[in-house]
T-cell receptor, first 115, second 115 residues
């Protein structure tokens, strides 16, 4: 079975400082991993995805994530937060071996950016 | 290329009424997924459809909920005899192929309120 745990439900950062959103996953096979962002009352937008290529994945808006198999982690980072980064972020895992690729969502991390 | 479209964006129903939610996938996509997001929670998978076929409905409640994706027209998620607990945001996603191998692109969601 696959699962994903987002270690922080809320993160508050100052504008211009680094952002770190932590995600651990559980999968019985080599998973695909995604980060999605959801702005208030909007749909989900894909930030980046990992599919067994390079372990450091670069996404949109300056975000990147590193796949660490030994730690079963896929943390999302950004060197310098912007006010527009205030949103909810979801870490998502997909395991093709045990299913058709059903997405399993974490509970989400709410990011607040202060001036 | 228009993205995934959902309508209505907001839907208000009284207990016992029916709710019909529509989803038009991105052009060229033949796979549709429905998710439900309860307040303060991540998205939960409901059903996966291809044209005229339900592939996986393991996340659908056993009663009152049904989904279809006809040969022509949008995918429909139907909720009969709605109850207050059905109040949630319902998101549709589409992909050109199987979920895990392909990125799922999400629509803006339909926010259902049951009075």
């Amino acid at each position: 079975a696959q699962s994903v745990t987002q270690l922080d439900s809320h993160v508050s950062v100052s504008e211009g400082t680094p952002v770190l959103l932590r995600c651990n996953y559980s999968s019985s096979y080599s998973p695909s991993l995604f980060w999605y962002v959801q702005h208030p009352n909007k749909g989900l937008q894909l930030l980046l995805k990992y599919t067994s290529a390079a372990t450091l994945v670069k996404g949109i808006n300056g975000f990147e994530a590193e796949f660490k198999k030994s730690e079963t982690s896929f943390h999302l980072t950004k060197p310098s937060a912007h006010m527009s980064d205030a949103a909810e972020y979801f870490c998502v895992v997909s395991d093709l071996r045990n299913s058709w690729g059903k997405l399993q969502f974490g509970a989400g991390t709410q990011v607040v950016v202060t001036p | 290329n228009a993205g995934v479209m959902q309508n209505p964006r907001h839907l208000v129903r009284r207990r016992g009424q029916e709710a019909r939610l529509r989803c038009s996938p991105m052009k060229g996509h033949s796979h549709v997924y429905w998710y439900r997001q309860l307040p303060e929670e991540g998205l939960k998978f409901m059903v996966y459809l291809q044209k005229e076929n339900i592939i996986d409905e393991s996340g659908m409640p056993k009663e009152r909920f049904s989904a279809e994706f006809p040969k022509e027209g949008p995918s429909i998620l139907r909720i009969q005899q709605v109850v207050r607990g059905d109040s949630a945001a319902y998101f549709c996603a589409s992909s050109p192929g199987q979920g895990g191998a392909d990125t799922q692109y999400f629509g803006p969601g339909t926010r259902l309120t049951v009075l």
